[in-house]
């Protein structure tokens, strides 16, 4: 369960994240554990990976740090 960061009421997925209390619209970011640079979602056959382009490399999605922001 995801909540809004303003009213911690649960989004719906509405193709993006959506807060029906605030009429918010609010996007999934992935950030890197061990630099913090914002870091690309790769899909591939089902599955989901994310690169960080400064260190590089894949990054678990154990250790990725998620932020939602508003949109």
Do not use: T
């Amino acid at each position: 369960m995801i909540q809004c960061p303003d009213c911690d009421v649960e989004l719906k997925w509405k193709g993006k994240y959506h807060c029906e209390q605030c009429q918010m619209d609010f996007d999934k970011q992935a950030y890197c554990p061990d630099c913090q640079a914002q870091l690309e979602k790769l899909l591939a056959c089902g599955a989901s990976n994310y690169f960080c382009n400064q260190c590089n490399e894949l990054k678990s999605k154990s250790k990725v740090r998620f932020v939602l922001a508003k949109i």
